[in-house]
């Protein structure tokens, strides 16, 4: 039996050596990423349009998109009514997207050390409104509810699996990529809830 000492948990590469380690992730994992990574590119831009046509169909999701988004200088929505996919703003964060699902489908290094899961874990906190980002230091807080959060988490992971279902590759290769993901995800899923739950209840102390 491994022992797991609940008070680790509050430190990032001891959560993940031991989320890991729980979810059987590792270098295996890397590699299929890795080896599959021509392929899940090019459907990341499809994976993109689902998730924002997806927020934009909520109005409880949607009216997060309408205030500035930092170092924005285009048009704002005067409510989410206005906003589609073709909306600047929403192009703007859009980019932030791609660069963030490029990481989380083909990350080449999944060690607990690895500054891949600081990356993750900033994408949590910076949702929380919580202070620690220089470049919010004077903006208005950013706070989305973590329900929406998972909700979204859950809908990209269905879309990613119907995409990774539908590449021309052997049904083991397929099977191992889309259980890599689904351990990524797991985790990232709770490199966000570490933010919004209490750290006592949520390390198990």
Do not use: C
């Not at 680790?8 to 729980?22: A, G, K, P």
């Not at 924005?72 to 192009?91: F, M, N, R, V």
């Not at 351990?183 to 750290?199: M, T």
């Amino acid at each position: 039996m491994q022992h797991v000492d609940p008070s680790s948990l509050s430190d990032l590469s001891s959560r993940i050596s031991y989320l890991s380690s729980f979810l059987e992730l590792g270098a295996a994992d890397s590699e299929i990423l890795q080896a599959a990574k021509p392929l899940i590119a090019p459907i990341i831009p499809a994976v993109l349009d689902a998730a924002y046509s997806k927020l934009l169909s909520f109005d409880i999701t949607a009216k997060a998109f309408v205030p500035r988004n930092t170092d924005y200088k285009g048009e704002t929505p005067k409510d989410p009514s206005e906003l589609g996919l073709k909306h600047p703003q929403i192009a703007y964060r859009k980019e932030f997207l791609t660069n963030y699902l490029a990481k989380l489908v083909t990350t080449s290094d999944l060690s607990p050390t690895s500054p891949f899961w600081k990356y993750l874990d900033n994408v949590g906190l910076m949702h929380t409104g919580k202070p620690g980002f220089k470049h919010r230091e004077k903006k208005p807080e950013l706070r989305v509810e973590y329900i929406h959060i998972g909700a979204l988490l859950g809908y990209v992971l269905n879309v990613v699996i119907g995409a990774a279902m539908s590449l021309d590759i052997d049904i083991e290769v397929k099977s191992k990529v889309i259980i890599a993901l689904n351990k990524v995800l797991w985790i990232q899923n709770d490199l966000f809830a570490r933010h919004y739950i209490d750290a006592d209840k949520l390390n198990g102390a």
